[in-house]
């Protein structure tokens, strides 16, 4: 008798479009109608295994099955990751070059990073205060520029944020888009790592000097498992893996805002004192129930066998982040917001996985969570008990199946004063 099942299986030459049309949705509603947490079909015009859930993020990121270089497609690392970054590295390659991202995100780190970004916040209500209204997340956007910048050790000018904050944008605004959007993000990423290029060899040539421990000092000067500096290239591209990605928070601040405002019940509950506490489950359940990444990539090292079903060697393997955090084998209720969920996790790698899953230095779990989770509670902080704002008619709807998903009028906030 054969210990094998085969697996539920997506009929048609290529669903690519389905993807498209979907979005976040597509893996989840198709692991809803097979009832399965696994099926293969055709993405891209080639075979592809999707998949889901607790056990099968286990299986994810287990290093021995699977590996990372050549999964992303090429529209993603043309405009998201760059060529030969940290998400492109397997095995001891990998371990090293995430052991130096892990080396910029100690508490001391963190800790000047929350100072930065306060000061940014201030300054910004400051100018607020004079304007009738204003786009939330086109002002996160340049706050976390800003502070990104400072942050990593990166000069900044005045005159040159509208314009940075424009370029790092359109990496992460651009990743899943075609025609002219897909052709601004390449465009932008090619304008960033020039500038990026540059930098690396003033550092090297010690005409800019940024302070140890920041992102430029630290990547400038890392040194590969051989002992040789990264290629210029390669340096560009992971400062602004740090850079972009903090950009990119203005997607949660801008959800964050959304949560504060449709769930108005919450206001209380936030604004009782307890050391943050549920201030940080508030966040968590903002980066749970809204999207943001849709699925992670990666492909089978060497052919294996999961719960009966065959992994063949090369095949691509999607797993579903949007639809484990919306999984009812692991939520309660996964539709409806609810910070108290989180007194009850048990921090699980494998099941809360809205910015990857597994290990921080061994597996390709983000980098930047913590960071990411700081500035959200600062934002919230901000949002919630520093100043006084309206909300005016607007569609705050967003998509599931646009990639990044954004609410349509990107937040605007009207009246806004410091609270005394
Ligand atoms: C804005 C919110 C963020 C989201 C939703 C997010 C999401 C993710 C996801 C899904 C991955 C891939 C996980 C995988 O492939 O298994 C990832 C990787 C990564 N992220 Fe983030 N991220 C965010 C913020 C940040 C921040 C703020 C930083 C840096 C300060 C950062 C740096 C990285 C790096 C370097 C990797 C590659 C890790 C590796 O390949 O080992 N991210 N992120």
Known sequence: MSNTNEMPYEEGLDHSLSLMREGYMYIKNRRSSFASDIFETRLLGQKTICMG???ATKIFYDNEKFKRNGA???????????????????????????????????????????????????????????MDKIVLYEEAKQIL????????????KEDELKQKTKELSAMFEAPAAIGPEHWQGRYSQNKVEKWMDTLIDQVRDERVNPTEGTALHTIAWHKDPDGNLLDTSIAAVEVINILRPIVAIAIYINF?????????????????????KYAEMFVQEVRRFYPFFPFAAAKVKKDFTWNGYIFKKGILTLLDLYGTNHDPEIWNNPDVFQPERFVDWEGSPFDFIPQGGGDYFMDHRCAGEWVTMEVMKVSLD???????YEIPNQDLSFS?????????????LKNIEKKS
């Open 400 to 412: 599931l199946v646009n990639i990044p998903s954004i609410p349509k009028s990107s937040v605007v």
């Open 53 to 55: 859930g607790k056990e």
């Open 382 to 388: 901000y949002l919630m008990n520093q100043i006084d």
């Open 145 to 156: 520029c800003i502070t990104a910048c400072q942050w990593a050790g990166v000069p900044l």
């Open 256 to 276: 964050t805002a959304l949560a504060v405002h449709h769930f108005p019940e919450e206001t209380e509950k936030l604004s009782k004192s307890d050391d943050g």
């Open 72 to 130: 992303a497609p090429k529209r993603v690392v043309e405009t998201l990751f760059g060529e030969k970054g940290v998400q492109t590295l397997d095995g001891q390659a990998h371990k090293h070059r995430k052991e130096m991202f892990m080396s910029l995100m100690s508490p001391e780190q963190i800790k000047r990073l929350n100072d930065i970004l306060k000061k940014q916040w201030e300054i910004a209500i400051n100018e607020w205060k004079q």
